[in-house]
């Protein structure tokens, strides 16, 4: 069994032609700019939508565990809810939903399997992202053993903040790793996302001596963490020096501040115009003179 929160399908951003993404629940980070906030328990995640309430209190009647209470405003404790569900059953307006559900991998594969014809097509596959994957690397091992029967091209979005054994479980099974560095300085990456530089540089140097042309640095650029030229160019550097061919600099979106909201969390960047493209174009012509490829966008 493996806990999904969502499978995307037509993707064309996570890896080469068209995927479809599998993401998984629980993760080991906490960054303030997360677009799937609802990732990161590894348990259901009930999602508040306040512009369809109609403020019938139904789903406070229906919770037996008192996790729901409706005063001032709507509020969910998740340490008292035992994911019975009832809430969003009595839920008429559809506000409520969960987030994550726990799956069986063949099932998952089934409806991986639906869009071959597209993946065959297109030099596509499968690509599982969370959240953190290697947080469940024993079902992830098993979905991605059973893609690589199929035949599929298989990709894992990490962030690396694990034990190299969990990513050693699925290591056979899988053909490319995007892999997440949003900065080389291991104090401010420990105080603003949780991430421990001794899983995640450790890992990445491992996968890419193993194999570098199977990696992919993928760099969330965030104005007030790394949007600057110093970092970025030293990651860039960092690609170069491990024989990573390809870092992919993925410039700030706020499309996950409405689930923030729909989590009655704070969203600290609410206020930050999204970032174009065009404004990350120098670093495309700095990686050319390093001789590593500067993709913007996935
Ligand atoms: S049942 Fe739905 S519409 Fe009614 S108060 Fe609860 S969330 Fe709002
Ligand atoms: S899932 Fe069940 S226990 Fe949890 S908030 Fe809804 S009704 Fe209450």
Redesign the pocket.
């Known amino acids: 069994m493996i806990n999904v929160f969502n499978i995307e399908k037509f993707a064309t951003h996570d890896g080469p032609g068209i995927r479809t993404t599998v993401f998984l629940k629980g993760c080991s980070l906490h960054c303030p700019w997360c677009a799937n906030p609802e990732s990161w328990s590894s348990k259901p995640t009930l999602l508040?939508d306040q512009r369809?309430?109609?403020?019938?209190?139904?789903?406070?009647a229906?919770c037996t565990q008192k996790a729901?209470t409706?005063d001032q405003n709507?509020q969910w404790d998740s340490t008292q809810c035992l994911r019975c569900r009832a809430?969003t059953q009595?839920?008429?307006?559809r506000?409520?939903r969960f987030a994550g559900e726990t799956m069986a991998v063949d099932d998952v594969v089934k409806e991986i399997m639906k869009d071959k014809e597209y993946f065959d097509n297109s030099n596509g596959g499968i690509t599982v992202s969370g959240g953190e994957p290697f947080l469940q690397a024993d079902a992830l091992t098993e979905l991605l053993k059973e893609c690589k029967m199929q035949g599929l091209h298989t990709a894992v979005e990490t962030t690396g903040n694990v034990p190299m054994s969990e990513i050693e479980k699925a290591l056979p099974y899988i053909d490319l790793f995007l892999y997440d560095v949003k900065h080389l300085d291991v104090n401010k990456l420990l105080e603003v996302t949780g991430g421990r530089s001794e899983y995640i540089f450790n890992n990445l140097e491992m996968l890419a001596q193993r194999d570098p042309a199977k990696v992919i640095i993928r760099v969330p650029v965030i104005p007030g963490f790394n949007a600057n030229h110093e970092v970025l160019c030293q990651i860039i550097d960092y690609a170069k020096k491990l024989n990573v061919p390809e870092v992919n600099l993925l410039p700030y979106h706020s499309l996950g501040k409405n689930k923030w909201e729909q989590m009655n969390r704070d969203y600290i960047y609410k206020d930050l115009k999204m970032m174009e493209k065009s404004e990350l174009r120098e670093y495309v012509e700095y990686g050319e003179c390093q001789g590593v490829k500067v993709k913007l966008g996935g």
């Open positions: 508040y369809k309430c109609v403020s019938c209190k139904a789903c406070v229906s729901i409706f709507w809430c009595s839920c008429l307006t506000a409520l």
